[in-house]
């Protein structure tokens, strides 16, 4: 269990280490629209999305008979 514990303290400090070094805008184009937004937003949205998918696919193949 502390092996565990270790392994994803060391994973978050990673990932919080990537997500602070890069602090810079990222300009976006959709159509006619434009965004500007910052990685340090997008990096972890992004994370989250593709967790949740992850996990809507892994219920999604549980539920096939």
């Not at 340090?40 to 219920?59: D, E, K, Q, R």
């Amino acid at each position: 269990m502390a092996k565990k514990i270790a392994l994803g303290i060391l994973l978050l400090a990673l990932v919080v280490i990537v997500f602070v070094q890069n602090p810079g805008e990222v300009s976006y184009r959709i159509y006619f629209w434009r965004f500007t937004i910052s990685q340090m937003i997008l990096l972890p949205l992004t994370l989250l999305i593709g967790f949740f998918l992850g996990l809507f696919a892994a219920g999604i193949r549980k539920r096939r008979p």
